[in-house]
């Protein structure tokens, strides 16, 4: 039997998880990283139909939207910050054939790279729109199970918690130590 999970509600933590990290009165919009294949052409030259062949992943870029302005955040901004920050994403997803709530949780790694205000217009809540880039990390659970893991410095990748191509790390002779 099936059903459909719909997300109700999300709360954004930008850094770590101090209370005042918290974004869940202000954040307005939330987009987890499109995954998108890297797809290239090939025309054999004896055949008659072109295929594609997958030969990586697109890089990944997550976007929010707070309402208001954030200093704390403008602080974290680009140039004069150079390491990455953590930003851990929670989401309220229910069951829509048993009522359950359900914990989405997303761990991506990367830096804020753009801060994208809208035009100030009187009688109207100004928000900022964000943009976190080199992403070296990014972790999808569900339901407290891991269902997606990435990490660029290890080499890995795990879907439902498994490896999906184990030998492609030893072949490489890549330890996967963290």
């Known amino acids: 039997m099936g059903t459909i999970y719909?997300?109700?509600?999300?709360?954004?933590?930008?850094?770590?998880h101090d209370p005042a990290n918290s974004k869940h009165l202000t954040i307005e919009e939330l987009k987890l990283p499109d995954l998108q294949?890297?797809?290239?052409?090939?025309?054999?030259?004896?055949?008659r139909v072109g295929v594609e062949f997958a030969v990586g992943v697109?890089?990944?870029?997550?976007?929010?939207?707070?309402?208001g302005w954030d200093i704390g955040l403008l602080r974290q901004f680009g140039l004069g910050v150079r390491q990455r920050q953590t930003f851990t994403a929670y989401g309220v997803i229910r069951d829509k054939r048993t009522g359950r709530?359900?914990?989405?949780?997303?761990?991506?790694?990367?830096?804020?790279?753009?801060i994208a205000p809208d035009a100030f217009q009187r009688?109207?809540?100004m928000a900022h729109e964000?943009?976190?880039?080199?992403?070296?990390?990014?972790?999808?659970h569900f339901d407290g199970r891991e269902e997606l893991y990435w990490d660029y410095f290890t080499n890995t990748i795990r879907i439902g918690g498994?490896?999906?191509?184990?030998?492609?790390?030893q072949i490489l002779r890549i330890s996967n130590a963290g």
Request: proline share 6%; net charge negative.
């Open 101 to 114: 709530a359900i914990e989405g949780k997303a761990i991506m790694e990367g830096r804020l790279s753009r």
């Open 58 to 67: 697109e890089k990944l870029e997550p976007t929010f939207k707070l309402k």
């Open 37 to 47: 294949e890297i797809l290239v052409d090939h025309q054999p030259g004896g055949g």
């Open 123 to 125: 009688g109207e809540s």
């Open 6 to 16: 719909i997300m109700e509600a999300a709360n954004l933590f930008c850094g770590d």
């Open 130 to 140: 964000y943009a976190i880039n080199e992403v070296l990390h990014y972790e999808i």
């Open 162 to 169: 498994v490896d999906p191509e184990p030998e492609f790390n």
